[in-house]
Each structure stands twice: as C-alpha cells, then as structure tokens.
C-alpha cells in the first residue's frame, strides 16, 4: 500500500511521523511532493520519497492525501482530476473547511474520498480524528482509510456539519490545554518551584486527569467530586477559579473558535 502525501506542511508531518512510529507504514511506500522545495528536506529526513510532481504522485499511489493549504486545493485538484483513478485509489482530505461535495465536485464523483480532521497530536499516537466518507468510499478501502487514523490516536465519525465543532474541542484545544499548563506552571514558580519542575508537574497532571476521564464511566464533574474534599483546598481553589469565570471564559473561547471556523 503507497499512500502519497500532496503538501508536507505540520499536520502532514504530523501524520507521517505517527505512521512511522506505529510501523504502520514502511517509510519506502510514503510518497511526498509539494510546491514548496521543502518537501524534499521532508523526505530525507523521514526517509520517505520525494516524487518530482503531484500527479506522478497520485500514479504511484493507493491512497491520496491531500494536505495543502485551502487557497490552493482547488487548482491542485484540477491538476490531479485526470490521473485519479477511481478503482484504485482513495483521497483523504485534511484540509479544513473544504466539504466533501466540493471535493467531489472537483475530484470526481465516482472518486472514493474520506474527509478528515486530525489534530496535531497524531505525531506521538494520541490525535484525535474526525473522519466522513462519501458513498463511494466503502468496505475494505473505508476500513483501511479509516485505520490509518485509528493507528494513531482515535477516531470519530461525524456528520460534516459537526465539524467546526470538532475542530474547536479537538483541533485547536491543544493550544488551550497548553496554556492551561503554562499557567499551572507559573503559578508553581510564583511559590518557589523552577519553571522545568513545575511545567513537568502540571503537564503529568494533566495527562493523568485525562487518562482517568477515558478510562472512567463517570462523567468529569464526578471526578471533580472525588478529588475534593468538603471544606478542603480543592474546594477553595475551584470557587476562586469559577468566581473570576473559568468555565465562561472556557466556553466563550469555544465560541469563537466555532465562529471563526464558520467564517472559513
């Protein structure tokens, strides 16, 4: 199986580098190309292949990936409409806000296609991915489409409509959870502890709270109860947090974020 990456940027990185590490995919059977030289500085550092041009590319592969930017999508998919096959390959699309009709309409129609949206995450296998096939994407292609993304975090199937949500709660958070523990991190400099020592604390904190919400029947505020003490310190930290609006400023955060991937 050739799965061939058009556009080498940090989420397509991110991609290869989990595949690798999971052993997913043998390094000789990931094909890059992109406009930018850089693809090539890519393929040698991960060891993969660099093909000359994108439609060479999509020849010599099972499964299409296309990762480039949204102002560009449609001219690539132009270029590459005459060499998709539809018997033969897949096209796995992660670029935000373009809909699978779209991708259809520029791909074609017979074309099986997976639309996707992974978060960063991936590259140390546990991203999170929202997935939508078309019709045409079924059985083993589907599976196998699909898999490539269980191997390196989790899944979700999602209707398109749920996506700008999804991108908000698993795509941008990671920037919200950083400076969550950037902030814990702070703080335990402010009493006393060096950046390193508290920034490890709160981050392995943070790894395990998630772990337990996973691997829990309860929901979080269950949790909640169960690390607090009545009358405790806990207690006292979680009502100064609410009081300067934690859980609005948390949500109206979401908000935008929704927002804006609306305007996209």
Do not use: C
């Amino acid at each position: 199986m050739k799965i061939g990456f058009i556009g080498v940027g940090g989420m397509a990185q991110a991609i290869i580098t989990g595949l690798l590490k999971k052993g997913t995919v043998a390094a000789s059977d990931i094909l890059v190309h992109s406009a930018h030289e850089t693809y090539k500085t890519v393929a040698a550092k991960k060891g993969v292949t660099a093909i000359t041009d994108n439609r060479a590319l999509v020849q010599q592969s099972d499964y299409v990936v296309l990762a480039v930017t949204p102002n560009v999508a449609a001219d690539v998919l132009h270029d590459i409409e005459p060499v998709l096959d539809a018997k033969k390959q897949v096209l796995i699309s992660i670029v935000a806000g373009l809909e699978l009709n779209r991708l259809e309409e520029l791909a074609g129609y017979d074309l099986p296609i997976l639309r996707t949206l992974p978060n960063l995450n991936v590259a140390i296998l546990a991203g999170m991915t929202a997935v939508h096939g078309n019709a045409q994407l079924t059985g083993e292609k589907a599976q196998t489409a699909i898999s490539l993304f269980d191997a390196i975090g989790s899944t979700t199937v999602l209707p398109e409509a749920d996506f700008a949500t999804f991108s908000a709660l698993a795509g941008s958070s990671p920037a919200y959870v950083y400076l969550f523990i950037d902030a814990l991190s702070r703080a335990g400099v402010k009493y006393g502890l060096t950046k390193a020592q508290a920034t490890q604390i709160a981050a392995q904190a943070v790894t395990g709270s998630a772990q337990m919400v996973l691997a829990s029947d309860e929901n979080p505020f269950a949790l909640i109860d169960q690390v607090s003490s009545p009358g405790g310190s806990t207690v006292a930290g979680l009502l100064s947090m609410e009081e300067n609006g934690f859980m609005t400023a948390v949500v109206k955060g979401i908000d935008a974020t929704i927002s804006k991937n609306n305007e996209e």
